[in-house]
């Protein structure tokens, strides 16, 4: 079945929905995951043109939507590591009330411009371990610095990455190379964008949301290749930019 765009509404008659609208208004399977127990969705990546969110749901599944922003199709992944887990998934499509089978580590939908899908996802696999590494342990360039933070993970983050502020973590050691999704905690009170990088290579910006205010911690997760053994991993404000207050890395084990 054909992938979907959120339902317009008929242009002749606004009062009408076209078919597809009504179906989804009338989709039990949609209306339960609006009307549930399931908490409000959150973003696990960044607001980039693809996007995820998700919810994690009372019986151990999880809400999955998958968001094409762009104005050009593209592909959107999910990873099964940003949802805590790694090996197999049980995915449902919820749009056209499918069931997909069972997805390793990943599920990608190929999207059209500002299309989107929703699954419900449950998990077979095993929950994976995590390495933390506090971000006022790493090497500061700049403006930054390291500041007090009652709501972080060690009580303090790193501040003041404007201007060509930079913070390095280093000693990031993983088992194998390969691109891995580094959770990122972090502080800001509105949306800013920070380069992301990984031992001097090539790096990638990524905007995360506001996190409400400078009090509240959040976090995303952010594509970043990784050698085999030690890195380093940058997050660079840029000569012009304000990035968000950094707390702490999450590395998969």
Known sequence: MGHRQVPALHRRRPHRLDSYGLSLLTNREVIAVNQGDTPPARPVTASDPQQVWAAKNPGGTYTVALFNLSDAPASVTAYWST????????????????????????????LPAHGSRLFT?????????????????????????????????????????????????????V??????????????????????SANGGGADSHKFPSTGDWSTVNSVFVPVSLKAGANTIT??????????????IDVQK
């Open 83 to 110: 949802l805590g887990f790694k090996g197999k998934a049980a995915v449902r499509d919820l749009w056209n009330k499918e069931n997909l089978g069972a997805h390793t580590d990943r599920i990608t939908q190929a």
């Open 121 to 173: 996802v449950t998990p077979r696999g095993t929950a994976l371990s995590w390495t933390a590494y506090e971000a006022e342990s790493g090497t500061l360039g700049g403006n930054a610095s390291v500041a007090d933070c009652s709501a972080c993970s060690d009580g303090r983050k790193i501040g003041n990455l404007y201007g060509g502020g930079k913070l390095t973590v280093n000693d990031v050691v």
């Open 175 to 196: 088992p194998r190379s390969g691109t891995y999704q580094i959770k990122v905690a972090y502080i800001s009170g509105d949306s800013r964008s920070v380069a992301v």
């Open 235 to 248: 997050f660079d404000s840029g000569a012009g930019g304000y990035a968000p207050d950094i707390d702490r």
